[in-house]
């Protein structure tokens, strides 16, 4: 459905070569020389897997409304000091429109999970840009219904970018309320998107706190099973949004956010 064949030269997946506990010890590590030597190794992975190119892509914010209250996101619906926006279809051809002057190859459409960006909009858009432009089209949008992701895959997205976050469940239940009557499971949901045909992205949080080294080793055994197109890791930096987690520490960082989990401002690596 995409425009390019995404599979075409991509390499094996191989083997773990580390253990729960040689994680364990590499994610304790402090010796310089040591960390050298597995910069180096990373280093050596990363030339083999993606190489040297920089894949550019066009991030389109179209809204920041959203109905959750994750609790280290600006976004979150009760956060009162946020000018809140949705784009028009309009305004996000225009950026569409840029990214085709800039050459980038995907455009990415995120938003908080506003429940007022309607699935035929949506749909609409993907199929416009599907139809007018050599772009392929990412959407972070949340958790939203299988009819919907469905609908939008049919419609031509390419990717579907949703961060599960940490694999230890008590710990999500911590920083991402479910909405009531509503629990949703992030690791079925990239399942289902990945049944239709979507290239999926996902990733974890560092620094929630709470979270151990153990917890960190098992969410790099979980991506590695679920092997998304994109890894996302993104260490929590403190906020200047007013969230509950403002200032928190945990392993490696402070709870807080910059913007929608699906988010902008992390580190992420990714196979083109
Ligand atoms: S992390 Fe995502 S779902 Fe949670 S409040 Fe922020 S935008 Fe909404």
Redesign the pocket.
């Known amino acids: 459905m995409g425009k390019r064949d995404r599979t075409a030269g991509k390499p094996e997946h191989r083997p773990l070569i580390m253990d729960k506990r040689e994680m364990i010890r590499w994610l304790k590590e402090e010796r310089e020389p040591e960390l050298a030597r597995l910069w180096e190794k990373a280093d050596e992975a990363r030339q083999r897997h993606v190489g040297d190119k920089v894949h550019l892509r066009g991030l389109i914010e179209i809204s ?1 409304i ?5 609790h ?6 009760d956060n009162r000091g946020l000018r809140r926006y949705r784009m028009t279809a309009e305004e996000i051809m225009a950026c569409v429109a840029q990214a085709v002057d800039y050459r980038y190859g995907t455009v990415v459409m995120q ?3 506003d429940e007022r960006l309607k699935a035929e909009a949506i749909a609409g858009l993907i199929r416009k840009i599907q139809r007018e432009t050599p772009l392929s089209v990412t959407l972070s949008l ?2 939203r219904s299988e009819a919907e992701l469905r609908l939008w895959r049919e419609a031509g997205a390419d990717r579907y970018l949703l961060r599960f976050k940490t694999s230890n469940r008590q710990l999500y239940g911590q920083i ?1 309320p479910s909405l009531p009557g509503k629990a949703l499971d992030r690791l079925a949901i990239l399942r289902h998107l990945a049944d239709m045909g979507y290239e999926t992205g996902s990733g974890v949080m560092i620094g929630i706190p709470g979270q151990t080294y153990e917890d960190l080793a098992e969410d790099i055994l979980l991506i590695q099973g679920t092997r998304p197109g994109h890894d996302r890791r993104r260490p929590l930096h403190s906020p200047p949004w007013d969230t509950p987690g403002k200032g928190e520490r945990g392993t490696g960082g402070a709870l807080g ?1 910059t ?5 902008v401002n992390d580190l992420q690596s990714h196979r083109p």
């Open positions: 920041n959203c109905r959750r209250q994750c280290y996101c600006g976004l979150r619906a938003a908080g999970e949340g958790e991402h956010g913007g929608a989990d699906h988010g």
